[in-house]
C-alpha cells in the first residue's frame, strides 16, 4: 500500500503522474492530508475514478483512540493511539499560556535504555513513519477540540535514532502549504545521539534542541544511560558547540534530580564548567516515578537550583503537568504497554 501520509506534495503528484493522472491531483492529495481527511470519499474535488483506485491502492486509515484521559489537575489531555499494525503510541496535549503544545512520538517504544524512563521497560518495537507523526499532530487537537500551535517531540521513542522519517515530519508540518508549523514552535528532545546532533547542525533548522543530559560525567551518565557509553559527555558537548555554531540557537538541557545519583554539588560545579561560554538553558525536572524503577525523586531540587544559578546557569525548574494521568514524561510506553496486554 502507498503511504500518502508520508508524502511530499511533489512525492504525491509523481505516485499520481505514475497511476495517469495529472500532477495537479498530487497537491489536492495533499491539502485534503493536512485537513486531516479520513476517507477518499472526502475528497470531493478529486474525480469519482480517481477516489476508487486510492482505495485500492493506498492505506488512509486514522490512527485509533485506544484510551483518553483527561487530568483533573491541570486539563492535560493524553491519548492513546492504536496505529494500523496493532502497536500504541501516546501524545500529550499540554496547555500553556504560551500556547498549547502536543508532545508525540516518534518510536513504538524504545532502545535506548535509560534507567529511569518507563519508555525503555519494554525495548523497541519499530520507528513511526513520518505520516504516523503527523497523524499524531492532525489528531490530537481534532479529537479533542483543543487548538494547537506548539509541537514536541519528546514523547515515546528516540527522534535522532529515526532520524529520516522525522526530518521528513519536521518538512511536512513546517512547510507552509502544509501544516506551517514554524520551526521556532518545534522542540526536539534527544538522549544524546552525537552525530544525530551533528547532522542536525548541518540542516541549520531553527528548531529548538533539547538535550537529555541528566549527569554531567561519564560515569553516572553511563550508568543511568546507556548511550553515554558509545557517546560520552566530551563528545556530546562538542556536538552540542557546534550545534550552536551552525544554528546559532541556544540548547536546552533537562536534568531529572535523581536522590543520591546526580544531584552532589560536585555534578552541578561539573556541569556550569562544561556550559561555560555555550548559550544553554537547563531544565531541572523533578524525576517521575516509575513502579517498575528503584531510583527515587531528589530532595535536594531547591538546593541544586540555588548553585546552578550561583555559578551562573540558566535554570529553571519545571512544571510537571498531567501528573494524576502518567502523562508526566517518561512514563507513557510502559501505560501503553499495559493497556495492550489488557486487551490481548
Ligand atoms: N528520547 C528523547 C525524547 C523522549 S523522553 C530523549 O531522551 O530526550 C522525554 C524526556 O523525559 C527526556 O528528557 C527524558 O530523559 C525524560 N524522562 C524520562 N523518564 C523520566 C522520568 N522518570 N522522570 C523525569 N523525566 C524523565
Known amino acids: 500500500m502507498l503511504d500518502l501520509k508520508s508524502m511530499s506534495p511533489e512525492e504525491l503528484s509523481e505516485a499520481l503522474r505514475q497511476m495517469g493522472e495529472p ?109 504516523e507523526m503527523v497523524d499524531q499532530v492532525l489528531f490530537t487537537p481534532t479529537e479533542s477540540g483543543v487548538p494547537v500551535s506548539n509541537i514536541v517531540l519528546m514523547g515515546i521513542g528516540e527522534p535522532l535514532d529515526n532520524f529520516d522519517a522525522v526530518l521528513k515530519f519536521l518538512e511536512l508540518v513546517n512547510r507552509p502549504d502544509g501544516l506551517n508549523v514554524g520551526m521556532r514552535h518545534i522542540s526536539l528532545s534527544t538522549c544524546g545521539i552525537a552525530p544525530g546532533i551533528r547532522r542536525l547542525a548541518e540542516l541549520r533548522l531553527q528548531l529548538t534542541l533539547s538535550v537529555s543530559l541528566h549527569a554531567p560525567d561519564d560515569e553516572t551518565r553511563s550508568q543511568i544511560m546507556p548511550v553515554n557509553r558509545a557517546y560520552g559527555v566530551e563528545e556530546l558537548f562538542g556536538a552540542c558547540r557546534d550545534y550552536f555554531q551552525m544554528t546559532g540557537r541556544r540548547i536546552s538541557f533537562e536534568y531529572a534530580l535523581i536522590d543520591g545519583v546526580n544531584d552532589h554539588d560536585w555534578q552541578a560545579e561539573r556541569m556550569a564548567e562544561r556550559l561555560r561560554g555555550m548559550p544553554a538553558h537547563v531544565n531541572l525536572i523533578p524525576l517521575n516515578h516509575v513502579t517498575e524503577r528503584t531510583l527515587r525523586p531528589s530532595r535536594r531540587m531547591r538546593e541544586f537550583q540555588a548553585l546552578l544559578e550561583r555559578l551562573g546557569v540558566t535554570v529553571t525548574v519545571r512544571r510537571s503537568l498531567g501528573g494524576d494521568i502518567d502523562a508526566s514524561c517518561g512514563q507513557l510506553r510502559r501505560r501503553a504497554a499495559e493497556a495492550q496486554e489488557q486487551k490481548r
Open 23 to 131: 500532477p495537479f491531483r498530487g497537491r489536492q492529495v495533499f491539502q485534503w492530508l493536512c485537513r486531516g481527511a479520513k476517507s477518499f470519499d472526502e475528497m470531493t474535488n478529486l474525480p469519482k475514478g480517481l477516489r476508487d483506485k486510492l482505495k485500492e491502492t493506498a492505506a488512509l486509515a486514522p490512527p485509533k483512540v485506544a484510551r483518553k484521559q483527561v487530568s483533573k489537575l491541570d486539563g492535560t489531555i493524553k491519548y492513546l493511539w492504536e496505529l494500523s499494525d496493532g502497536n500504541c503510541v501516546e501524545s500529550v496535549l499540554m496547555r500553556y499560556r504560551h500556547g498549547n503544545t502536543v508532545c508525540i512520538s516518534s518510536q513504538a517504544g524504545c532502545r535506548m535504555g535509560c534507567a529511569f524512563c518507563a519508555s525503555a521497560i519494554a525495548g523497541k518495537a519499530r520507528d513511526l513513519t513520518p505520516g
